[in-house]
């Protein structure tokens, strides 16, 4: 089978939003890497905190409308300085393939957790949690920094017997670890029916599919008080800006008593949009993590003032 490549480069700043374009046309397969040394034919020399944006069409039926959306997305984003360039190539399975596997190394992330490709062998040591995961459709490899804060804030935040709910689970890369690190459930949540999928076969892979239930949907923005939430030790968003916005009241609602939100997903430009979506709904901020322009946070509720005695 045959399928176009896209490739797009894009400056550190607005690889969110490059990367959002290529989610919402290209289903079937997307990822993001560091830009090479060396420039790609007919691209200038990448520089520093330049990433690359690949993603992928089948050449079927239904190619040619989605295509030309596709296309006219990237021109805009390239006239509004989102990306620099962008290109498109003739690739084979079997070339899309091998291309998978070359850009998904063996990763260590935090003190235990091991993010392992399904065609690589590895011996785990004592105490480490590994992660089997293909490269696939669904957002989350760990390649991203966004996975890799949420993963290493995870670690340090789980309990063991928590639940968890992992909110934009794409692969299932963190409802995975949270199960790997003994939470004692985890509900999973995706708008993306493609990546509900991706998630339920990558928790049957890795043996914690009993412990995750994956479902397709999100939470309500703005819930009415007396709306019943089911309430979490732990909760985890690695979503867009806007939706981190629009659903911190939601987020801070599903938060049990004593319990913790990591978020991330939000470049330097959003942070006091985020953060202070955050706080108006309750929560304080007690940890911050950063790479490059990309931020994550863990997140509690605030504590109640004391109630006056008559």
Same mark, same amino acid.
């Given at each position: 089978m045959q399928w176009w490549e896209f490739t797009a480069q894009a400056e550190e700043p607005w690889?969110?939003?490059?990367?959002?374009?290529?989610h919402d046309f290209c289903r079937e397969g997307v990822w993001i890497e560091p830009a090479p040394p060396q420039a790609l034919i007919g691209f200038p020399t990448p520089g520093v905190g330049? $990433?690359?944006?690949?993603g992928y069409?089948?050449?079927?039926d239904?190619?040619? $409308?989605?295509?030309?959306?596709?296309q006219e997305s990237l021109d805009f984003l390239q006239s509004q300085g989102f990306l620099r360039c962008w290109e498109k190539r003739a690739v084979e399975s079997q070339d899309w393939e091998h291309t998978w596997r070359r850009h998904f190394p063996l990763q260590h992330i935090g003190q235990r957790l091991v993010i392992k490709p399904s065609w690589r062998s590895y011996a785990p040591k004592d105490q480490e949690v590994v992660v089997e995961l293909d490269p696939g459709i669904a957002f989350g490899t760990g390649l991203h920094p966004t996975t890799r804060m949420c993963l290493a804030l995870l670690e340090q935040r789980l309990r063991p017997g928590d639940r968890v709910l992992d909110l934009g689970t794409g692969s299932?890369?963190?409802?995975?670890?949270?199960?790997?690190?003994?939470?004692a459930h985890i509900d999973a949540r995706d708008v993306d029916p493609?990546?509900?999928?991706? !998630?339920?076969?990558?928790?049957?892979?890795?043996?914690?599919?009993?412990?995750i239930q994956v479902s397709e949907g999100t939470l309500a923005p703005h819930p009415p008080l007396d709306t019943a939430f089911p309430t979490y030790e732990l909760v985890l968003a690695n979503i867009y800006t806007n939706v981190l916005t629009a659903l911190a009241e939601s987020l801070a609602r599903a938060l049990a008593p004593e319990g913790s939100l990591i978020i991330s997903g939000y470049i330097d430009a959003h942070q006091a949009q985020v953060?202070?979506?955050?706080?108006? !709904?309750?929560?304080?901020?007690?940890?911050?993590?950063?790479?490059?322009e990309w931020h994550a946070a863990v997140a509690r509720l605030a504590p109640r003032p004391p109630t006056l005695q008559q």
């Open positions: 690889t969110e939003a490059v990367s959002g374009a290529f330049v $990433s690359m944006v690949r069409f089948p050449v079927d239904s190619l040619s $409308s989605r295509l030309w959306e596709f299932g890369i963190l409802a995975i670890a949270a199960a790997g690190l003994g939470a493609v990546a509900v999928k991706a !998630a339920r076969e990558n928790a049957a892979k890795n043996g914690v599919e009993g412990l953060e202070g979506a955050l706080e108006a !709904a309750g929560l304080t901020l007690t940890e911050r993590a950063r790479q490059g």
